[in-house]
């Protein structure tokens, strides 16, 4: 079986599977810690010391937590199945890395999920559950580094970007590549944020939006809960700006307005629907569905913010070969003539 570099559409189909599978990941471990049924089994890797626990579908705690288990077992599954296809398929040594690096990320996660579980409060005699929580937030970060690699995998084992077909036809300005690393990274850390928030038990830590009880803005009495729950806020508002400058520049710019623009509006329109979320949860008081699409829509906002950061590196296109071999091709014909 011969590597080749290149578009195989059944690889190409089975990342864009492995990317789709993890957003139903996504939702069982925020639904999970939505209902607080992180430790629903006390034990891992097994469930009660068993794959399939008895009764786990008839209690709403365990079918969240076993699910969420079940789900990471198999994008692990589907992980060692890309190693592989790769491994024996793709001559791009940077494909073959990536997915290694992916395997490797999903086995961490499942380490840290684990952890969690093992170190907590419940399963070791301590004064508080730091520990546990440290891993739980380490955890949900985690899990935005795998979909990224996932989207990374999609990307370059696409048609156009192997066809060398992404619309690019000179470098995107360093300014606009810049921005999107940017704003890639304050996602990342308003995620981080909202992580911390969120185990901490501070999601409603200032119970009213867009104004905190005592009017105004910002809160008059501060402790470790509001003060997560006030920089979660703050960060929307600066994750927002961020945005909207990356966005406004590749808009500005007709090359990366012709070859992203529709990813562009879509970014848009998944912040905006990302905003009103997170105003949701504040207004049903934390209803663990509203709060759930916050933090999967908001994955989903740092995977389209990186898809369109990635590709704003990519600099090839069909024009761009055709112009540099026409004068090749004319070369032989010109000799012929003479």
């Known amino acids: 079986m011969q590597r080749t570099d290149s578009y195989k559409p059944g690889l190409a189909w089975f990342c864009f599977f ?26 891992w890797p097994l469930s009660n010391g068993s794959l399939n626990p008895e009764g786990w579908m008839q209690d709403q705690d365990q079918l969240a937590e076993h699910s969420h288990r079940l789900l ?12 592989i296809w790769t491994q024996l398929r793709e001559s791009r040594v940077g494909v073959r890395r990536l997915a290694w690096a992916l395997l490797a990320m999903i086995i961490f996660q499942g380490l840290l999920g684990g952890l969690r579980v093992l170190l907590d409060i419940q399963n070791i005699e301590a004064q508080h559950n730091l520990i546990a929580q440290t891993f739980a937030v380490l955890h949900a970060c985690g899990a935005q580094i795998v979909i990224c690699l996932l989207v990374s995998l999609s990307i370059v084992c696409s048609k156009p970007w192997i066809n060398r077909s992404a619309g690019l036809s000179r470098p995107v300005p360093h300014t606009i590549q810049h921005w999107g690393i940017i704003a890639c990274v304050g996602i990342f850390l308003q995620i981080l944020a909202g992580a911390v928030m969120r185990h901490a038990g501070a999601g409603l830590a200032i119970p009213t939006f867009p104004f905190v009880p005592e009017g105004g803005l910002i809160p008059t009495f501060w ?33 990366t307005r012709q070859a992203f ?29 509203a709060a759930t699409y916050h933090m999967l829509v908001g994955a989903f906002l740092m995977a389209q913010t990186y898809a369109l950061t990635f590709l704003t590196f990519r600099l090839s296109s069909k024009s761009t070969h055709q112009t540099k071999a026409a004068p090749l091709k004319a070369t032989p014909s010109k000799v012929e003539a003479q």
């Open 261 to 289: 623009g529709w990813l562009a509006i879509t970014v848009t329109l998944t912040l905006t629907l990302q905003i009103y979320l997170g105003a949701l949860t504040i207004w049903t008081m934390k209803n663990p569905h």
């Open 223 to 255: 402790n470790f809960g509001i003060g997560v729950h006030f920089i979660h806020r703050v960060g929307a508002i600066l994750v927002t700006g961020i945005l909207l400058v990356f966005l406004s520049k590749l808009w500005s710019y007709a090359q």
């Open 18 to 43: 492995a990317l789709v599978w993890s957003t139903f990941l996504l939702y069982a471990g925020g639904f999970t810690t939505s209902i607080q049924a992180g430790m629903a089994f006390l034990d």
């Open 72 to 83: 990471g077992m198999k994008l692990g599954l589907l992980s060692i199945g890309l190693v």
